[in-house]
């Protein structure tokens, strides 16, 4: 029967079009490089029990430059849209070992300023509370000094632990000494340590408005490998 | 209704008419012109537009919030540059210029214009004649609802592969919100515009529309409007939902812009359309056509006119102020500048409530038009169904607010529009008792037309009985911004708005194309899209009732078993809708060929030959008698005069 | 059947009946009728357990919270019941339609018509005056169960019953892109992501967000309203039922808006009081 054919042949190619389309969009949106926090050693958790320890280095950039590429990304126009803006590197997509101990080494050499919400201008979900600034143990900076925050929250699954965590990122003043790319010489070195529970799935932000058009937080901020990404906690 | 041949109308031909004195050969420049050179215009200026743009503006260019203007410049350029070269490449300009330099259209100029002896190519071209619009409006509705379900199937695959991610989250908003828009562009036209150009003309016994120019004015500035929505999605897409809700459409990329033209422009088209067909339907109806004489369908289509021409330029309104708080830096929006959120969402309401109607009294209309026809029994009290459709009419601009029970814009007044939304229920609750009552005792003629009026009943009931729990305001505290919404409003739009549509395009196949729509393959896809209709958003109230949140791609693991089983449905939906497209297009090239009246219908659409000839009449008809007079005598009312006579027998005697 | 058999026998019975009566006897002894009504019954009885796997779908997660909650699940439990006899009709109708009176298939038009049924005076009034009272009666509960839950919120609450009261506790609600916090600002401005309540205090949340329209939804306590930006709307609960449960944003606010939830921890007084001392918010009651 030629109709029928006709019919099955116009199911096939449309369910080829909706594949096609759907895995060309999903290549096309690949999410950044995974970057995994490696294990070094164990590490005495507060309790007083020794925990996998695992690190992982975070720069925080204010642009692009010859020194640091641009996110890769496969859409022109988000090439074209997010020159010059902030973003994390190397990479947005992290991967951290359940029931550990985690050390995020920040170097953050943007500039910044006054926050919405002074709440992210604490430290929060850290081991005690605290984070480590350029040597020194703070619990919080101050809201008008902030330069960008990594804010973890929890993922819409009941089945997997609870987990927030933000921290602050101070700002690089006006006046800061900068190399022949612009960047700080000195950036902001911040250190936490945060213990994981159980595997789970978890995005992360920013919370400082850094990025552009209504309360500079389009853009860079509603951009997976710019200024949020993906926080996973996955069993060793 | 039967057509009275005997009176004789004397005709004043073109002939007889002064002309201006004709310029070359008939169409003038207009012979050159056609969608191909509508194309080239359109995406030339485009690229001049653009370009030109890109040297003016200098490159460090930036707004208060050091967003970078110059991309929002140029694609606004490039998106103004393609409306304006489209419609000029198509030739629309053609005639307004033509009395800029003091000349006007002849009487050879307008045959041409109407396709006279162009055959195939007529389709292509700014032509005036109501059919070949239909038939443009057919194509580009079902490549604008082919473009949104394809989105829709990408939507269900995210969200049924729930272990994972496919998409990231800016896209898959963009997805939802372009879905969204398209869908309703879609379903706005899809009866309006092929059915209301096509039949609603030769079912008033009129040679043509009353504004022929202006029709193929509102169909290529919707073929313009089209490409500037799908442009958004690589400008970084919309990413607000189709409600697009100010200030967070103000952080979308510069693809909102291409979501903001588009209403502009089909705002502008759709203008047109409802004026063109009120006034048709007001002022050429045929001789003897009283308002009681007149078919449901154009009564439903008049209903649609009148809320789309009022309801579509608080939206307009609302995009242009979102547009220029974009591009100028305005702050009509921008709450902290002294906009006001609410005032987007009251503007975005007004269109958007009677909108849902300006979708389903057509789509009821169409129902109740055919079903006369397939059950050989007159509509259920006409009257009634005409009490409806003004009572949906006089309320629809009464009840916006309902989607703004949670906004906390006026608390107080949630109690007076609880009352307007609850009190529509009536209007619509006669639509459905005419409805059964045309079912009542009819002998159904179960061909697909009817059969999709069965379903439009069935989802329309469903539809309406979960609008009955958002209308309420302590329901809706639960049920707002649920799935529980997106399912109610699926069954409304998709469920009787597109089955409805489905059920009209199969009904008017034959006149339209001169072909039967293949019943075997149409009612395959028909019932395979309903069966797989249903298990998608029965799932989805589910999901609703559980607490899922609507647009969002990531949920608690409760929601996956209704998420798995709404995706399996929709991928259902989606063979389903295809095997129908297969019947269409398979019909419109090979089908059967129709007589000029295959359903045996007294509409006098039906009453001339197919294909239909240009000026649709030989001889213009007049109508005596009332529509759908079909039907025997019913034998039960002969019974109940004999009960009533023999009861006034045993009163007199005792 | 003929006119004849419609007639009772006894002589005496119609007499002091009004004619309409005898309309509705003989309407019921049509075939139709009587499998319509049969009919009918039989689908609302199918439909019946809906009012009940409604409220259980919605109780999923440990819902009703609150009075709220509850409010809103009669509502849904009694709109099911009332709409099921009209769904049932309308169903009957079409289910009838397809079995009961005759259908024929095939290319030609029929030849014979259905009866000419212009209009039925007593169906278009039972329909209109059923549809009405149906509607009345959705209205008049609606906006009595909206004045109940208006004076369960906030709205209408007597004034010795105020925030500020000892016996209240007022948190903040600010939405954000994409994350919620909860302000105690009776408790030293005490700030927290996770929101916790005291059990069977009556709390009042002034909510507003710092960008976007967020929507604050603690599902389970049946409170819903929009954070504005610019604006501050307002709302309360008292929450009656020990546990956790979730706020999620129900107005879509950006790429991370499906990841803008949270927890809501009800606590005993004790374990409230405590929390607040921990967390270093100073205890003010």
Known sequence: MKKFLVTFLTVLLGGAIVAGVGVFNAVQQEAPPVLVANVVGTKTAPSGEEMPHAELY???????????????????????????QPFYHPSTSLQVPSNSLVTIHFRQYDSGGQIYNPYFSKVHGTVDGTMKWNGEEVTEIKPDEVGHTFTVHQYPESTQPYFFMSIPLPMNKANAKTDKMGYPVDPQIVSVTFMTGDAGSYVWNCEFPCGDLYQEFGGPMQTRGWMAGTFDVVDA | MSVDTAVETKTVFGAEVPQPPQHGAAGGVMRGLNFGTGLIGGIGLAAVAGWVTAILTPSSASNASFAPMEPTYVYLAVLLGWVVGFMLGMGAFVGPLRWVVGRDITHADAEYMAGKDLGRKRYWKYTTDHKVVGIQYLVVTLFILGFAGLLAMLIRTELGMTWTSLFTPSFYNSMIGTHGIAMIIGMIVVISGPLGNFIVPMMIGARDMAYPRLNALSVWLLVAAVPMLVSSMFMGGIQDGWSVYQPLASQAPVGMLGYQMTIIIFAISTAIASVNLMTTILTMRAKGMTWSRTPIFVYGIFAASVMGLYAFPFFQYAQILGLTDRVFSTSFFDPLNGGSVWLYENLFWLLGHPEVYVILIPSMAVALELMPVFLRKPLFSFNFAVAGIVGVVALSGLVWAHHMYMTGWAPAANYPFMLSTEMISI???????????????????????????????????????????????????????????????????????????????????????????????GSIGLWTAFIGFQITFISMFVAGLQGQPRRVLDFDDQFNLSNWISTIGAYIIGIGMLIFLSAIITSWRSGVIASSNPWGSKSLEWQTETPVPLENFPVLPVVTERPYNYGVPDPYEAELESIDEDLTEKAGTK | MSADTLIPEEPEAPTNRPPSMERVRSWLQRPYARKILILTVVIGFLLLPL???????????GAPASEIMKDIEQTVFVFTLVSIPITAFVFAVLVYSLIGWRQISGDEPPMQDSPAIRTNTIGVILWTVASSLLAMFLVVWGLVELAQITANSYGSISADEQPGQKSSEIINVTGQQWVWTFEYPEHNGLTSDILYLPLDRPVYFNVTSKDVIHNFWAVELGVKIDANPGAITQTGVTANKLGTFNVRCAELCGMHHAFMQTQIQVLEQDAFDSWVRESGGKKTS
């Open chain 1, 58 to 84: 975070l720069d925080v950039y204010p642009n692009s430059s010859s020194q640091v590429p641009q996110p890769e990304t496969k859409s022109p126009i988000n090439n074209l849209l997010l020159a010059g």
């Open chain 2, 427 to 521: 209007p619509v609750g006669f639509l459905v008792l005419v409805a059964i009552g045309t079912f009542w005792r009819g002998t159904a003629w179960t061909r697909l037309p009817l059969m999709a009026v069965y379903a439009v009943i069935f989802n329309k009931m469903i539809g309406g009985v979960t609008g009955v729990y958002l209308s309420d305001v302590p329901a809706d505290q639960y049920f707002h911004g649920s799935m529980f919404v997106v399912a109610h409003f699926h069954f409304m739009l998709m469920g009787a708005g597109l089955f409805g549509a489905m059920a009209g395009i199969a009904f008017f196949f034959p006149k339209m194309t001169g072909r039967i729509l293949d019943e075997r393959v």
């Open chain 3, 51 to 61: 009012a009940w796997l409604l409220l259980a779908a919605m109780n999923q997660t």
